[in-house]
Every structure is written in C-alpha cells, then in structure tokens.
C-alpha cells in the first residue's frame, strides 16, 4: 500500500506571504496527485488534479507540482479564506486504491 | 447544480449494520464513478470505495473489505453503502463524492455534506 506523507503537520504563515506544503509518497505514483482544502465542518474541496492542473473555480494563486514521489502545493499569497487542512491523494493505477495524506493545516502566524 | 446528499447515519452498537444512501441531482448519475471517503474525529481523509459509473467494478479499503459493500441504482440516481460487522474504529462522517469526469479516476470534485456514523455500545 502506498503511504502519502504531507509535511509540515502545521504551517504558520501571514496573510499575504507564500505558502509551501509538501506531500511525499512512498513509491511512484506518477502524476496521479490531488490536493484538497477543508475548512471545519465543511467537505473536502478539489483544487489540483494530475499534480498541476487546477480544478474548475480555483484562484491562480493555487498551483501544484511535481511528479514520482515528490509533490508541492504552492499558495503564493495566503488570503484570508484560504486558512485551512490541506490534503494530499494519491490513486494506484491497479487496483485502483486510493489514499490520502495526514493533511497540513495552514494557520494564521 | 450538481448535489449530493447523504442520509442514514446515527448510533450503532459494535457488530451491528448501518446502510447510508447517497441521492444526486443536477447531472447524469450514470456517467460518473462514485466514492464513498470517511473521516473520523478530529482526523484525516480516508478513502472507503468505488464504484465504477454502470456497477460492474467495485473496490475497497483493506480496513472495510469484506465487512462493506457499496453499490448504486442509477435508475435512482443513488448510491448505498451497507456496512456490517461495524466496529468502534469504523467511527466517523462519511460523504459520498464524485468524480470530475470519466476520464478522471479518484479526482473528487463533488462531495456531499456528510452524514455521521457512531459506533459505541
């Protein structure tokens, strides 16, 4: 079973300056990586499919990257609404399992 | 738009079942694969099932194999998720989700609002 770490566990960044999450897996999972933001009490929302393709609605100030192991999330200038656990997902080939980061949780510094 | 909207969670004795439904709108149930993700208290995202969009390909977690089983009528526009042998581990809100397109395996786009399962005696 692939295992997807995301580091850090807790980012704390101000309003306005660039966020870097991580999320690793533990073999290659190609480019089938997503990434999703989850505010409390809310579902997951998409925001990056296939490592760097934005999801429909989502601000350009979201971009993913990466492929293999390593992926990255980028917020280039944190907004306030953008405050929230992010989560990583990976998809095998076959069977076609599925599995998600421990998630980062973006606070206000 | 498109909606989906869990129903028949609640409080569950360990060992008992439970079967949660998802009803969706606002597009062609029978074109899309559908997911079924949990997420326990205070914890992470953790993927359940799939269902492929005309039921002939189903798989699941090593953690539910064999204990749930998920399924769809699309003549309903619903997919189900019996769960039996519930465990207290199996403790959590569980949201259906589809995928953004047929060619876009696991890529969740659209996500219900949850409905929680409790297991405790």
């Known amino acids: 079973e692939i295992v997807m770490t995301q580091s850090p566990a807790t980012l704390s960044v101000s309003p306005g300056e660039r966020a870097t999450l991580s999320c690793r897996a533990s073999q290659s999972v190609s480019s089938n990586l997503a990434w999703y933001q989850q505010k409390p009490g809310q579902a997951p929302r998409l925001l990056i499919y296939g490592a760097s393709t934005r999801a429909t609605g989502i601000p350009a100030r979201f971009s993913g990257s990466g492929s293999g192991t390593e992926f990255t999330l980028t917020i280039s200038s944190l907004q306030s609404e953008d405050f929230a656990v992010y989560s990583c997902?990976?998809?095998?080939?076959?069977?076609?399992?599925?599995?998600f980061g421990g998630g980062t949780k973006v606070e206000i510094k | 738009q498109v909606q989906l909207v869990e129903s028949g969670g609640g409080v569950v004795q360990p060992g008992r079942s439970l079967r949660l439904s998802c009803v969706v709108s606002?597009?062609?149930?029978?074109?899309?694969?559908m997911h079924w993700v949990r997420q326990a208290p205070g914890k992470g995202l953790e993927w359940v099932a799939v269902i492929w969009y005309d039921g002939t390909n189903k798989y699941y977690a090593d953690s539910v194999k064999g204990r749930f089983t998920i399924s769809r009528d699309n003549s309903k526009n619903t997919l189900s998720l019996q769960m039996n042998s519930l465990r207290v581990e199996d403790t959590a809100v569980y949201y259906c989700a589809r995928e953004i397109g047929r060619s876009n395996y696991a890529d969740l786009g659209y996500w219900g609002q949850g409905t929680l399962v409790t297991v405790s005696s």
């Open positions: 997902q990976q998809h095998d080939n076959w069977p076609p399992k599925v599995t």
């Open positions: 606002g597009f062609t149930f029978s074109s899309y694969g």
